[in-house]
């Protein structure tokens, strides 16, 4: 096990919690792309997502370097700095927005729109990052402890699909659920899922590229030994 503090650890965890920082505020805004379509009942456009999935999938991206680089404990650490600083950002949001603006200051209602606190956005994002993210770990951790160094592909691909089922449908039902449409909240549900597992698909020459370099400069790790 290497220990956090050495070689890239908080460089990697610095960038896991700024792009989970960003997407959580762009995620406030709801995106549709194309015309109106539905087939048997069912609304396949527009598509619908929000303005976190630019980003967000990022986040699985370097989750996967974690645990793979660094195993279940060096995981774990940045997942709980990453869910602390996201608490933190909610409570600034607000006691920023509750606090009485300048006489002349004319944008509270921007910033209540954009950044106000919103109970339901705030934990259905913290509870879908947390089970994702945990079980995006523990997924990678335990196919590593039968595959060792081999089979990356199948480690990252099998953890994103389980992690991201679970944050993607945790989210949207905790989020939008009652608010928007069975059938819009489905296509939000499906699109987002599929989006982000075909982004880490995309993605991963990068990732293995990303991996490789932190292992090597790494002092502490041994490629023959589980990283957990």
């Given at each position: 096990?290497?220990?956090?503090?050495?070689?890239?650890?908080?460089?990697?965890?610095?960038s896991f919690?700024?792009?989970?920082?960003?997407?959580?505020v762009a995620?406030v805004k709801?995106?549709?792309?194309?015309?109106?379509?539905?087939?048997?009942?069912?609304?396949?456009?527009?598509?619908?997502?929000?303005?976190?999935?630019?980003?967000?999938?990022?986040?699985?991206?370097?989750?996967?370097?974690?645990?793979?680089?660094?195993?279940?404990?060096?995981?774990?650490?940045?997942?709980?700095?990453?869910?602390?600083?996201?608490?933190?950002?909610?409570?600034?949001?607000?006691?920023?927005?509750?606090?009485?603006?300048?006489?002349?200051?004319?944008?509270?209602?921007?910033?209540?729109?954009?950044?106000?606190?919103?109970?339901?956005?705030?934990?259905?994002?913290?509870?879908?990052?947390?089970?994702?993210?945990?079980?995006?770990?523990?997924?990678?951790?335990?196919?590593?402890?039968?595959?060792?160094?081999?089979?990356?592909?199948?480690?990252?691909?099998?953890?994103?699909?389980?992690?991201?089922?679970?944050?993607?449908?945790?989210?949207?039902?905790?989020?939008?659920?009652?608010?928007?449409?069975?059938?819009?909240?489905?296509?939000?549900?499906?699109?987002?899922?599929?989006?982000?597992?075909?982004?880490?698909?995309?993605?991963?020459?990068?990732?293995?590229?990303?991996?490789?370099?932190?292992?090597?400069?790494?002092?502490?790790?041994?490629?023959?030994?589980?990283?957990?």
């Open positions: 096990m290497i220990r956090p503090g050495r070689g890239n650890f908080d460089v990697v965890v610095a919690v700024a792009f989970l920082l960003i997407s959580n995620a709801l995106i549709e792309f194309g015309p109106d379509l539905t087939v048997l009942g069912f609304p396949v456009l527009p598509i619908v997502t929000d303005g976190g999935a630019f980003l967000f999938p990022l986040t699985y991206v370097i989750g996967d370097v974690l645990a793979e680089v660094y195993g279940m404990r060096g995981a774990r650490r940045a997942i709980v700095i990453g869910f602390a600083m996201s608490a933190l950002a909610s409570v600034t949001f607000l006691v920023v927005g509750a606090a009485p603006p300048a006489a002349d200051w004319p944008n509270q209602d921007a910033f209540e729109a954009v950044l106000g606190f919103v109970p339901r956005i705030v934990v259905a994002s913290l509870a879908g990052y947390l089970a994702g993210q945990f079980l995006n770990a523990w997924v990678l951790v335990r196919m590593k402890r039968r595959t060792r160094e081999g089979s990356l592909w199948a480690r990252l691909l099998g953890s994103t699909v389980v992690g991201e089922l679970a944050d993607t449908v945790l989210f949207c039902v905790i989020a939008f659920g009652g608010i928007v449409s069975g059938g819009t909240l489905l296509n939000y549900i499906v699109v987002g899922y599929v989006y982000k597992v075909l982004v880490e698909v995309v993605l991963l020459p990068v990732t293995y590229r990303v991996i490789a370099f932190v292992k090597r400069h790494e002092p502490d790790y041994v490629p023959e030994r589980d990283a957990a």
